[in-house]
C-alpha cells in the first residue's frame, strides 16, 4: 500500500489524467476518457497506443516500440519518427490540450501510459478467470460458471481486432486467445458440474462442429450426452471424432476420451 493518498484524477507521479478513463483490447482496441473514445484511427496511432495498453502504468522501452511499428525495417529517422507519433497521440487523448503530458507520460528509456491497470478490460477478465478458478476448485459449480460467463462476455471479437499487428502484438493476441479458449473450457465443465448438460448440448454442438479436431470440446458433448440419457448419441460422437481424427491425423483419440468411451460402453456414469 502506498502511504501517499492520491486524488481522484491524479497518479502517483503528480501528473493530471481524466476521470472514468477505460480502455479495451477485447475486440477492437478503445480507450475512453473524459466520456468520449480518444483512440485514433490512423494505423500506426492505433498501433502505438496499444503497446502502450498491453504494459498499463509501466514504461515501454522506445526500442520495443520500434520493433513493433516497424519490425527489421525501420525509416532512417525513426527516433524522430516515433516522437512526432507519440506528440499525434497525446493530442487525441487530450485534445483540449490543457493536462500537461495527460495520460501518455515520457519516462525514460520510453513511455508509459499513467492508468492504472485494472481499467483496462483484460485485466477484469484475469480477475474473472481467477475467481472461476478458485470457485471451481472449491466445488461452487453454479457460481464459478458466473464467474466464467461474465468474463467471456467482455469479449466483443478477436483481440486487437482493429490493430495491424507488429510482432509483438501479434504475440499478445495469441496470449489472449488461448487464455479465452481456456476460460470458454472451463466454462463448459463448470455448467456440466452444476447440472446444466442438457442446457449445454447447442453450444457444445457449435462448438464442436466450428472445431472438429478439438478433444476437449468433443469430449464435453460426449460427457453431456451421456448426462442427458442419450448414449447411442455419444458414442456416436465418439466414433465421429476417431475417425476424423485418424483420417486427419492419423492419432486415436487421447487416453480420457478413450476412458469416457469404455464408461458409455459399460454403462457406467460418465463423471467421476
Same mark, same amino acid.
Given at each position: ?48 497506443? &496499444? ?44 485534445? !483540449? ?55 467471456? !462476455? ?39 458440474? &452444476? ?40 458414442? &456416436? ?17 487421447? &487416453? ?17
Amino acid at each position: 500500500m502506498h502511504a501517499m493518498t492520491i486524488e481522484p484524477g491524479d497518479t502517483a507521479t503528480g501528473h493530471r489524467v481524466p476521470d472514468a478513463v477505460r480502455a479495451r483490447l477485447l475486440g477492437p482496441v478503445e480507450l475512453h476518457a473524459g466520456g468520449a473514445d480518444r483512440a485514433p484511427t490512423t494505423p500506426k496511432l492505433l498501433q502505438l497506443l &496499444a503497446m502502450l495498453l498491453i504494459r498499463p502504468g509501466k514504461t515501454v522501452r522506445v526500442d520495443s516500440l520500434v520493433h513493433e511499428l516497424w519490425n527489421d525495417a525501420p525509416p532512417r529517422s525513426v527516433r524522430r519518427t516515433l516522437h512526432t507519433y507519440v506528440h499525434h497521440l497525446r493530442r487525441h487523448l487530450d485534445p !483540449d490540450g490543457d493536462r500537461g503530458e495527460g495520460l501518455l507520460v515520457t519516462s525514460t528509456p520510453g513511455y508509459r501510459l499513467e492508468i492504472d491497470p485494472a481499467v483496462v478490460d483484460v485485466s477484469e477478465f484475469a480477475r474473472l478467470h481467477r475467481l472461476g478458478r478458485d470457485l471451481l476448485t472449491g466445488g461452487d459449480h453454479a457460481a464459478a460458471a458466473h464467474a466464467f460467463r461474465t468474463a467471456l !462476455d467482455l469479449w466483443s471479437g478477436p483481440p486487437l481486432a482493429n490493430i495491424h499487428c507488429g510482432p509483438t502484438l501479434a504475440a499478445y493476441t495469441v496470449y489472449l486467445l488461448e487464455h479465452r479458449r481456456n476460460a470458454r473450457d472451463l466454462w463448459i465443465e463448470a455448467e456440466i458440474l &452444476a447440472g446444466q448438460h442438457r442446457e449445454m448440448l447447442g453450444v457444445l454442438r457449435s462448438l464442436t462442429t466450428a472445431d472438429p479436431l478439438d478433444e476437449t470440446l468433443h469430449g464435453q458433448l460426449i460427457r453431456a450426452l451421456g448426462l442427458s440419457g442419450r448414449r447411442s448419441d455419444a458414442l &456416436a460422437a465418439y466414433q465421429r471424432l476417431r475417425t476424423r481424427l485418424d483420417e486427419e491425423l492419423g492419432v486415436e483419440p487421447c &487416453a480420457e476420451l478413450r476412458e469416457l468411451h469404455r464408461e458409455l460402453l459399460s454403462e457406467r456414469h460418465p463423471i467421476r
